[in-house]
């Protein structure tokens, strides 16, 4: 049980219990909060993956930008709540289940598998590597072009759909 | 000989020697390293809090001085202790929390916005090599841009906290105001990086022969804008915009947690120095007195960051507020294209090829700052073309009228 | 590689499923955006996972790049799902989503 993996728990621990408060929180401020306490814990995954830039990017669009986009959208659409405001919905059983089911599955595919694990290391020059492979024909332009066409698009749909009218 | 020697390598000596001595005490490598560890996050948080001690009272001596009157003189030393006594008077006052508002919220918020102000300083280099650094993170410039990121949540968990319809409205402005000015900051600290061809904090210091300053000042007026803003100081202050918003979005926190929003503030302040001198003015390099004196590198980086903040308080004491409708669209209309179009020119410019490998950052700079300078007068010329004329209020006119 | 890859994707898989029911079972709209949101973060763990132990002898980063792509495509999907539910309040006064059934049979 060596060091990493006791920050492994640590986050783990963070990003799962961020995850539970999202999905039982009666408040949905609070929970937005806690969706930001996952989101700081998968970021610390990433660190954990040496995959540094990958983390920072995470906190800057998830937390930065999506988590305020949300707590925006949360305080834009509030009325008054009752306090015996349920927060599940009518067919919240078949979802527990399905969840259940789900993670029983992936389990039971998960463990028993014999993954080929490779013992390389990370390359050291690995962002200048990344910056090359996003815009290289050979490697990952077309769906970097092509995610850039949909953030615009996306930015556009969502300035004329939440325009007051 | 020996003596002068261990002087101009300090720090890098005495680290060395308490390594050694806790060596010595049979403490395992990883406890040393833990310990070092320990004492250098203890050391920056003290620098941070040393700002604060700092530059509250430099700031009102010099905008008093500014302003043709003494600034705080009561307490000793001609006002220099002025920060510990607005302490002790923050720390005797009552901690408001409003009825309704949530307890956890509103004591998280302080937390939330001290705490990034202080995380800054894990990855500002205060020398060479990776002594004098935090920790020499190899993405050091975009953990920053992410700080400031934190930053935008704090304040509207300070303004849902406080069951205050006014807070809420400041909050969504102040929030508004710093995500339309993170936008040119990343862009322009982009074109720092493509020239430093680096994005850790270390290499771009070392990657710069000529500071940038020079080489792009269009890049470094638009970061030094774009920093204002997200430090929220004036001209683009909306907390302390009495006249506009009662107190902004602290209005419910008094005692302490009051003082955290300030302390940020400045430990913000000089945090932003620190970048910025990092980033444009050639962070602990002075001329080559770094190679020669290694012990000065933590004192050269100190007194850039202030001629920065000396700067920031120049802007505070002689320019009037901007209205914020104005603000926003400086920044989306103006700073963006602007920057993108700066952008464009440096990545053109870094992939000019040059013959001898050591003239590279001579003609790149050569050329960015040719460029620079270029943009600025087109910039002008298409300002100077497109701008309207702005009839007076119809009173003015009367009287201009009928002064005539 | 401290850390099996094995824990990465459990992690995950509980992450995924904790989402899902997040996604299925709760009655505001937002809160069912934020589940989804849990749900990608989800998968880029995995991919990430994947990479760092069995991806990095090619160096060609395609899990890095991929987990980019993801996060664009989630914060795309966000604004435009954010910017629907804010348009159904206005219309509705409501972003419960039991309540918005006009268009049952």
Not at chain 2, 227 to 239: M, T
Not at chain 2, 328 to 333: M, N, R, S
């Amino acid at each position: 049980m060596n060091v990493s993996q006791v920050v492994f728990i640590i986050l783990s621990v963070a990003a799962l219990a961020g995850a539970a408060g999202v999905v039982l929180s009666r408040n949905l401020f609070k929970a937005a909060l806690f969706l930001v306490l996952s989101l700081v814990g998968v970021a610390g995954f990433y660190v954990l993956l040496e995959a540094e830039l990958l983390a920072m990017i995470q906190i800057l669009v998830y937390v930065g930008a999506i988590a305020i986009l949300i707590i925006f959208a949360i305080m834009l659409s509030q009325r008054l709540m009752s306090p015996e405001y349920d927060p599940r919905n009518e067919q919240w059983l078949g979802g527990l289940l399905v969840a259940i089911a789900l993670f029983a599955a992936l389990l039971f595919v998960l463990l028993r598998v014999d993954w080929p694990v490779s013992e390389a290391s990370v390359p050291a020059e690995a962002i200048s590597q990344l910056g090359q492979a996003l815009v290289s024909p050979d490697y990952f332009l077309l769906p970097f072009e092509v995610a850039s066409v949909l953030l615009l698009v996306a930015l556009v749909g969502a300035v004329i759909i939440a325009r007051e009218r | 000989m020996d003596v002068i020697n261990f002087i101009l390598n300090l720090w890098v000596e005495i680290g060395d020697w308490f390594g050694g001595v806790l060596a010595g005490w049979g403490v395992p490598p990883w406890g040393v390293n833990l310990i070092a560890d320990i004492i250098g996050v203890l050391i920056l948080l003290v620098f941070g809090i040393m700002a604060v001690i700092v530059f509250t009272p430099m700031e009102r001596k010099v905008i008093a001085r500014m302003q043709d009157r003494p600034g705080p003189n009561r307490t000793p030393g001609y006002g220099a202790i002025q920060a510990v006594a607005d302490a002790i008077k923050m720390l005797t006052k009552e901690d408001v929390i409003p009825r309704n508002a949530d307890k956890i919220l509103h004591m998280l918020a302080p937390l939330l916005v001290a705490i990034p102000a202080l995380l800054i300083f894990a990855v500002l280099p205060w020398g060479p090599g990776s002594g004098l650094i935090g920790q020499d993170l190899n993405v050091g410039i975009l953990f920053v841009v992410a700080i400031s990121a934190i930053h935008v949540l704090a304040v509207i968990i300070a303004g849902w906290g406080s069951n205050n319809k006014y807070s809420l409205l400041s909050a969504f402005r102040v929030v508004n105001q710093l995500l339309a000015y993170e936008i040119p900051m990343v862009l322009s600290i982009l074109v720092v990086v493509i020239f430093a061809e680096t994005l850790s904090m270390q290499g771009i210091v070392e990657n710069q022969v000529i500071p940038y300053f020079v080489v792009m000042p269009v890049t470094a007026l638009i970061f030094l804008i774009c920093a204002l803003a997200e430090a929220n100081r004036s001209p683009v202050d909306l907390i302390e915009a009495d006249s506009e918003m009662v107190a902004g979005y602290i209005i419910e926190y008094s005692g302490m947690k009051f003082a955290m929003f300030f302390i940020a503030e400045y430990v913000n302040m000089f945090a932003v120095g620190i970048v910025f001198s990092t980033l444009f003015l050639g962070g602990w390099k002075f001329f080559g007195l770094e190679n020669l004196a290694p012990v000065l590198t933590p004192i050269i980086v100190f007194f850039k960051a202030a001629f920065v903040i000396f700067l920031m308080l120049w802007f505070r004491a002689t320019f009037p507020r901007i209205r914020f409708d104005h603000l926003v669209g400086f920044a989306w209309k103006f700073l963006v294209p602007l920057s993108l179009i700066n952008l464009m020119l440096g990545a053109v410019v870094v992939k000019i090829p040059v013959d001898d490998p050591m003239m590279v950052p001579w003609v790149h700079g050569a050329i960015m700052l040719v460029a620079n300078i270029a943009l600025v007068i087109v910039t002008m010329i298409i300002l100077n073309r497109t701008a309207k004329r702005v009839e007076g209020a119809p009173a003015l006119k009367r009287i201009v009228a009928a002064e005539r | 590689m401290d850390v099996p890859l094995s824990w990465y994707l459990v992690v995950a898989a509980l992450l995924f499923c904790i989402g899902l029911y997040g996604a299925l079972s709760r009655r505001n709209a937002i809160a069912i955006l934020m589940g989804v949101e849990l749900m990608l973060n989800s998968v880029n763990v995995n991919l990430l996972a994947f990479w760092r132990h069995v991806e990095v002898v090619q160096a060609t980063l395609s899990g890095q790049a991929f987990a980019i792509i993801v996060i664009t495509v989630a914060a795309a999907e966000a604004a435009v799902g954010l910017a629907l539910a804010i348009a159904v309040f206005r219309n509705r006064h409501t972003v419960d989503v039991e309540e918005v059934d006009t268009m049952k049979l």
